[in-house]
């Protein structure tokens, strides 16, 4: 079964400084990869995805995430965060080989980004 | 604006009582999702619907019941069977299942709490 995992509850950060928010997956074949944000009360709004290609995905707001199949790990970063960037952040996984095409998330790191 | 409009954005349910969460969208998109959301848990899908008139359950169907009429709509029903229903609740859509390489966009959520 497919799974994905993000094994920081949390991960605090000082305005300007690099940022990563980490995720590992397990799924059989090859996976589709998805980055999230949410604000508070709010939905989850699409940040970027890795189907096929560049190993490295740029997306919304300067993050950028980098497919590592060896590693089985799509890390989200950013070079310099913002206060606003403050979030929770979901990594999910589909996998193509899975007839349901079901996208499964993980529990989320928020994301704390200090003055 | 296209989007997905979900209602209502509080509700309070005495226990024992059934209870009906609006899902609108005019995005066009064929598939709808609902998910569950729980502090610390990620999302967990409920339901979904890959066209008009035909759904599927997801991970933590027990307890909730759906219906897809029309293309816009796609209300969720949390009924009493339901033991932990205290919960956010989000609903998606995509433009269709695309093999799990679709995004999704998602409402602004509804938040139940059981009294």
């Excluded at chain 2, 209300?75 to 093999?99: E, H, M, R, W």
């Amino acid at each position: 079964a497919q799974s994905v995992a993000q094994p920081e509850d949390q991960v605090n950060v000082a305005e300007g400084n690099p940022l990563t928010v980490k995720c590992t997956y397990s799924v059989s074949g090859n996976p589709y990869l998805f980055w999230y944000v949410q604000y508070p009360n709010r939905g989850l709004q699409f940040l970027l995805k890795y189907i096929t290609g560049d190993n490295l995905v740029k997306g919304s707001y300067g993050f950028e995430a980098e497919f590592n199949k060896s590693q089985t790990s799509f890390h989200l970063k950013k070079p310099s965060a913002l206060v606003s960037d403050s979030a929770l952040y979901f990594c999910a996984v589909s996998a193509p080989m899975d007839s349901s095409y079901k996208l499964i998330f993980g529990s989320g790191t928020r994301l704390l980004v200090r003055p | 604006d296209g989007g997905i409009t979900q209602s209502p954005k509080y509700l309070f349910r005495k226990e024992g009582q059934n209870v009906t969460l609006s899902c609108e969208q005019n995005l066009n998109h064929d598939a709808m999702y609902w998910y569950r959301q729980d502090p610390g848990q990620g999302l967990r899908l409920i339901y979904y619907s890959q066209i008009v008139n035909d759904f599927q359950k997801g991970d933590i169907a027990e307890g909730y019941s759906v219906s897809r009429e029309k293309k816009e709509s796609f209300p969720l029903t949390v009924t009493s069977a339901q033991k932990n229903p205290t919960a956010f609740y989000l609903c998606a859509s995509s433009i269709d299942l695309g093999a799990g390489a679709n995004v999704l966009t998602f409402g602004a959520g509804s938040r139940l709490t059981v009294l």
